[in-house]
């Protein structure tokens, strides 16, 4: 049997380190290596994982300097000794063939990754919904994932875990360190050469979804502005690659973004914030070949409102959150 490395960013989270580590323990595949990656967790999780790891052999444990969540990915990267990896987030847990049904779908398909939908658990009343895929079924190339992500037509996850890679799809890529949506800077460029996704229709993940925090106005910002960094970034890869559809979808996609971001920062990014990013990053809205049957009413309408104006729309979102009852 091949080995699964196994790889947890770990940062204050001995709440929910326990029941993370004994269900990664617990799979029904057993030949792995977990790599516990102690980010700089000010709190009670080194204990927790020196306790684990003095009663199981598969564990690997290290400490180092805090550098955020895709740093504490790339170090697990570069020590992993498996043929095949997953990441697991440690407030996270999986069900016990999680790795096995994985596992197993590659070998079927002889695929790259495999990938599983996951359940969403709500920390403060347990409630669980299901994220399913509702059109991929079986081994799909990764241009077909892309499309999905991109489209909606289903709900494919952009998040690195609830999936099985082969190692080598990490051989010359990494992901970006201090970004917001390091899962989605990297996803394009992993899944773009897959020829072979095997999908597990069954949800195998759980992801566990924390009582909200107060964003404060500089990782607002931060946010907005890795949102675009990363989306321009998206569309010229697939302006390079000369994937016509893929751009077509990813700046539509970008729209979307741009308008449901405004959204959620319009209170603390000021308007001459959003009129610099705008004026930084121009939309086109001539570029859409709007007679495309596969342009959606609604996708022209969320395109043709992010080339208004971004300031108007900031300002209709505080308006309508300044006016709202409760």
Request: hydrophobic share 35%; glycine share 4%.
């Amino acid at each position: 049997m091949d080995l699964i490395s196994v790889i947890v960013p770990i940062y204050n989270v001995e709440k929910y380190l326990p029941k993370c580590l004994d269900s990664i323990l617990g799979q029904t595949y057993k030949n792995i290596e977990v790599i516990l990656v102690n980010d700089g967790s000010p709190d009670n999780s080194e204990a927790i994982c020196l306790a684990y790891a003095s009663k199981d052999n598969r564990i690997v444990y290290y400490k180092k300097e805090n550098g955020g969540l895709s740093d504490a990915r790339n170090f697990g990267l570069d020590r992993m000794s498996g043929e095949f990896v997953t990441f697991v987030d440690s407030d996270d847990y999986l069900a016990p063939q999680f790795l096995e049904d994985l596992y197993h779908a590659i070998k079927k398909h002889d695929a790259q990754v495999a990938m599983c939908p996951f359940h969403i658990v709500f920390e403060e009343n347990d409630n669980l919904i299901t994220k399913s895929f509702l059109t991929l079924k079986n081994v799909v190339t990764g241009k077909e994932i892309l499309k999905e992500v991109l489209g909606k037509e289903g709900y494919v996850s952009v998040v690195a875990c609830c999936k099985l890679y082969a190692s080598s799809c990490f051989e010359n890529l990494r992901f970006d360190k201090g970004k917001y949506f390091e899962d989605e800077y990297i996803n394009f460029k992993l899944f773009y050469p897959l020829t072979k996704v095997a999908i597990v229709e069954e949800a195998r993940y759980y992801y566990v979804q924390r009582q909200n925090s107060i964003t404060n106005s500089s990782s607002s910002e931060k946010k907005f502005r890795d949102m675009i960094e990363f989306s321009e970034n998206r569309i010229r890869f697939y302006q390079l690659n000369h994937e016509n559809e893929l751009e077509m979808l990813a700046r539509i996609h970008y729209c979307d973004s741009l308008i449901r971001t405004i959204g959620s920062v319009s209170k603390v990014l000021t308007l001459k914030n959003i009129k610099q990013v705008q004026e930084k990053y121009t939309l086109n809205y001539n570029v859409i070949n709007w007679k495309r049957k596969k342009i959606s009413r609604k996708q022209r309408v969320i395109y043709f409102l992010a080339n208004i104006d971004l300031q108007t729309i900031a300002k209709m979102f505080y308006i309508l959150k300044s006016n709202r009852t409760y």
